[in-house]
């Protein structure tokens, strides 16, 4: 038998002297979500340590778990581990716990979190904590009686720690990925219903179905009714052929050389008059590649996607490029009829967060990632098929410019609008004027300038505009309350999710 020292066993027993002062703690962690945000800036070290919470939240989570295994163990007579080691690892989870909540607090005082699940999952932190606490309680109280007592009750805390523990990490992951996280990949017995029919391919046309697309995506952000850099439109066949104040004709059917829609993606990507333009998404070969057949061939609106799957040029690529366009179209449809599948079928990765938004009427909210990532204008488009559902959406923090706002704008049923701390100027907020139920805007900790911020005038079912630590003037401010007296303008911190 191993020597135990005579200072480890005073410690020990100092230990279980005081064993009492947990009682304390499982007591007075349960008060800790009485404390609400005061809804002022918090501190720069509050955010700085308050970040560390996901890092630091996973350590005790598994010394939790191992010590109930330990307990069955050796409650089944499976194994023995000593209960020195097994009293170690419950301190440590408990330590783990109360830094892990203490951090969480700290991220949920900045603001950033709130809502429903932050609470919950903030409850369910404190009752763990607190749990854990008690456990390690009754587990020196049973090491000084050895009372089978105390022991069946050290264990049921001991599973309830766990059970709060589940809880707790489930609350967390639909914070960070959505409240669908643990479900939404389990098999059902009731697949939905596909009665999805694809557009006939000898009814598909070259400019309205594949051409319009692609514009879409990579050019429209720009050119369109509400935004006509160099004075051109690009959003109807008559709008292209009009032109922009470019002294070359924008589209010349038959001709190449002097369509200049054609010449300025064919540019270097270096060139200042290369489009789209730089940190924007260029055309792929297979792009260009129809958008030259289909100039070559006159550029006509009402050509045939089948004339050109008989060109030898055309033919290797065009089956994909109508599968993966009638794939967004199939998608849009499904989406609509079953909305939890098409937040699954949508979602890429952890650039950001899709859930359902309760107050919105079976719509979705969209959100910013946690940990933050980059979020960038062109991944707005993985989105494109949902922009009709989505009635909230916040995009804090991210690498948007006012060119996204053309595709938020396309967003028919938003209702809630968050922009803190992204790029933009309000050169976009023009393309906001035409949705109808949009009631909230932040704007706070933005470079809006005071011109560009009276496009709001012109949103109106705007209801509250934030504007907190920003440059527009008062003047600015002032000319707003009284042109829309029914827009309320906050220039505190609003909330965040």
């Known amino acids: 038998m191993q020597k135990v020292s005579p200072s480890f066993m005073a410690f020990k027993k100092n230990v279980i002297k005081y064993r009492f002062v947990l009682l304390f703690i499982a007591v007075g962690v349960l008060f800790l979500p009485q404390i609400q945000p005061t809804g002022e800036e918090a501190p720069d070290f509050?955010?700085?340590?308050?970040?560390?919470?996901?890092?630091?939240?996973?350590?005790?989570?598994?010394?939790?778990?191992?010590?109930l295994v330990f307990e069955l163990l050796k409650r089944f007579n499976i194994g023995a581990v000593s209960a020195n080691l097994t009293g170690s690892i419950l301190a440590i989870a408990l330590l783990g716990s109360l830094v892990a909540v203490g951090l969480g607090f700290l991220l949920f005082y900045t603001g950033e979190y709130s809502g429903d699940i932050m609470q919950q999952h903030l409850w369910g932190g404190v009752i763990l904590t607190a749990s854990l606490a008690l456990a390690c309680f009754l587990f020196l109280h049973n090491y000084k009686s050895e009372s089978s007592g105390s022991y069946l009750s050290y264990l049921s805390v001991l599973v309830f720690a766990n059970v709060a523990l589940i809880y707790t990490s489930h609350q967390g992951g639909s914070l960070t990925h959505g409240s669908e996280f643990l479900t939404e990949y389990m098999p059902?017995?009731?697949?939905?219903?596909?009665?999805?029919?694809?557009?006939?391919?000898?009814?598909?046309?070259?400019?309205?179905?594949?051409?319009?697309?692609?514009m879409d995506k990579k050019c429209m952000s720009c050119h369109n009714s509400n935004k006509t850099k160099g004075g051109l439109i690009l959003t109807s066949y008559e709008d292209i052929l009009q032109g922009g104040k470019s002294e070359h004709p924008t589209l010349k059917p038959g001709d190449l050389g002097q369509s200049e829609l054609y010449q300025r993606v064919m540019l270097p990507r270096d060139d200042e008059k290369h489009m789209p333009p730089d940190g924007k998404v260029p055309l792929s070969h297979e792009e260009i590649t129809l958008l030259e057949w289909w100039i070559s061939n006159g550029a006509e609106p009402e050509l045939l996607v089948q004339e050109a799957a008989q060109d030898p040029q055309m033919q290797p690529f065009i089956t994909t490029f109508i599968t993966d366009l009638e794939n967004q179209r199939k998608a849009r449809y499904m989406q609509q009829k079953e909305l939890e599948s098409m937040i699954v079928s949508v979602s890429s990765g952890n650039r950001y967060k899709l859930s359902l938004d309760e107050f919105g009427d079976g719509r979705i909210a969209l959100s910013m990632a946690f940990p933050p990532t980059s979020f960038e204008d062109n991944d707005l488009m993985d989105l494109q098929p949902l922009f009709p559902q989505i009635s909230k959406a916040s995009m804090v923090a991210?690498?948007?410019?006012?060119?996204?706002?053309?595709?938020?704008g396309q967003m028919s049923s938003l209702r809630e609008l968050y922009l803190?701390?992204?790029?933009?100027?309000?050169?976009?907020?023009?393309?906001?004027?035409?949705?109808?139920?949009?009631?909230?805007?932040?704007?706070?900790?933005?470079?809006?300038?005071?011109?560009?911020?009276?496009?709001?005038?012109?949103?109106?079912?705007l209801q509250e505009l934030y504007l907190n630590s920003t440059q527009v003037s008062p003047e600015v401010i002032k000319a707003i309350q009284v042109n829309r007296p029914d827009v309320t303008i906050h220039l505190e911190r609003g909330n965040f999710f």
């Open 398 to 408: 991210s690498n948007i410019t006012d060119d996204a706002l053309y595709y938020i």
């Open 188 to 214: 059902s017995l009731n697949e939905p219903e596909n009665d999805w029919e694809p557009k006939p391919m000898e009814e598909m046309l070259v400019f309205e179905d594949m051409i319009i697309p692609i």
């Open 46 to 67: 509050v955010y700085f340590f308050g970040r560390f919470h996901p890092l630091i939240i996973h350590f005790p989570i598994v010394l939790v778990f191992l010590v």
């Open 420 to 461: 803190q701390q992204t790029k933009i100027n309000g050169s976009g907020l023009v393309f906001l004027g035409n949705l109808p139920k949009l009631q909230l805007l932040d704007l706070s900790k933005s470079a809006i300038e005071d011109g560009h911020l009276l496009h709001v005038l012109k949103i109106g079912s």
